[in-house]
């Protein structure tokens, strides 16, 4: 006969096997943890699309960006992150030199954030631009790229920290000009007068987090300042724009290649375009380059040859909205992502069309020639 306490161990076992093999019977019947794939976001990175523009490669960027190291509201590499998910090639993150209001929790210095972010940059490809942000009085803010040290950025007077950038080969360009003065004053004062004339101020931003400066755009043409448009994000982007429907705001630029070197050359060279909603800003040049490596135009006659049907090919993600500039022929096209269009006409069209999502100035969109950007362009006259 056995008694109770040598029963007790068999007794422990038996239940702890029935546990085990009941819990994986009650596994196979009813199994625990499956994702429910409907529910999540893609983890993909959303690729854009654009043609090469004169044989250089279009990086999509975004040079003003912020962290817990400034007034920001996210770790550095969740910047990287949303960069990659948004598709870009580039960024800079440019906390404030001036402003880190977390800084007794958060700790760290100046350069923080840049060295935080770096491997993860790395490991997704993303070009991570040293930057930081210069936010005294009624200067302005100024974003310098490029610094090898945002620590030296901490002379109390102005002129004294952006030649510290400058000292460092940084890019520096003046953010969101309108943010500081009274709509009667113009943002445009001996300050940058100053910055100009010591070669200190190479860029601004015509566009910044939902606002755009026709203003800026004429400046940027008249100094030539290379043109900026960026989101000085402090929160997440998915929350602030409905990325669903388009892309974040960002800068384009035309760079001899995906290196930190080209990206930098095409910046001091100014080959930017600004894009922000459906809207595109920049210099008549590169505007034009880019839709013509976007847009593919043909004509083709019908019929008896009396009558053509003109198409129009969106090779890219860029939305541009056509209107053609000859009086027989009336109305816009908005061509979508990869959208065509195509039309018969009574007449050889001359492909003279005015791009009306695409700024050159205050009140002026890209007026553009479109046959040069077909295969057989050489032999199609340019006006009938
Ligand atoms: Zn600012
Ligand atoms: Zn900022």
New binding site residues.
């Given amino acids: 006969m056995w008694n109770r306490k040598s029963i007790l161990p068999i007794v422990l076992v038996v239940l702890l096997v029935s546990v085990v093999f009941g819990a994986k019977v009650a596994y196979a019947q009813q199994p625990n943890g499956i994702a429910v794939h409907e529910l999540l976001r893609g983890s993909q990175p959303n690729y854009i699309d654009i043609p090469s523009v004169d044989g250089n490669v279009v990086l999509k960027c975004d040079f ?1 960006i912020h962290t817990v190291f400034s007034d920001g509201l996210v770790w550095p590499t969740f910047r990287v992150e949303e960069a990659w998910r948004d598709g870009l090639d580039a960024i800079a993150i440019t906390d ?1 030199i001036e402003e880190h209001p977390s800084k007794k929790f958060v700790g760290g210095d100046q350069n923080s954030s840049y060295e935080v972010a770096l491997q993860e940059a790395k490991n997704r490809n993303i070009l991570l631009i040293h930057g930081a ?1 210069i ?1 005294r009085g009624q200067e302005g ?1 100024y974003n310098a790229l490029f610094l090898t040290d945002a620590n030296a950025l901490n002379p109390k007077d102005f002129f004294e920290a952006v030649k510290a950038a400058a000292a460092q080969g940084a890019f520096i360009f003046w ?2 000009p309108f ?1 500081l003065r009274p709509p009667e004053q113009s943002p445009w004062c001996e300050i940058q007068e100053k910055l100009l004339a010591e070669k200190l101020l190479h860029g601004i931003e015509v566009f910044n987090g939902e606002e755009w400066y026709p203003d800026a755009l004429q400046w940027a043409q008249k100094r030539n300042l290379t043109v900026f448009a960026n989101t ?1 994000i402090h929160g997440i982007v998915s929350e602030k724009y409905d990325l669903t429907q388009r892309h974040r705001p960002m800068t384009l630029v035309f760079a001899k290649a995906k290196t930190e070197e080209d990206l930098h050359e095409a910046l001091r060279a100014g080959r930017t375009v600004a894009w922000f909603g459906d809207q595109l800003a920049g210099k008549q040049e590169h505007l034009t380059a880019l839709v013509r490596a976007c847009l593919e135009w043909e004509v083709v006659p019908e019929g008896d040859g009396s009558k053509f049907r003109v198409t129009v090919r969106n090779l890219s993600d860029i939305p541009f909205v056509i209107e053609s500039k000859e009086a027989k022929m009336r109305g816009r096209v908005y061509l979508g992502p990869k959208d065509s269009a195509s039309h018969v006409l009574p007449f050889k069209p001359s492909g003279d069309v005015l791009i009306t999502n695409a700024y050159v100035g205050r009140n002026e969109c890209l007026a553009v020639n479109l046959v040069k950007s077909s295969p057989d362009a050489a032999e199609t006259p340019r006006s009938q």
Avoid: M, P
């Fill in positions: 003003h404030h942000e936010t803010h953010n969101h943010s000085d």
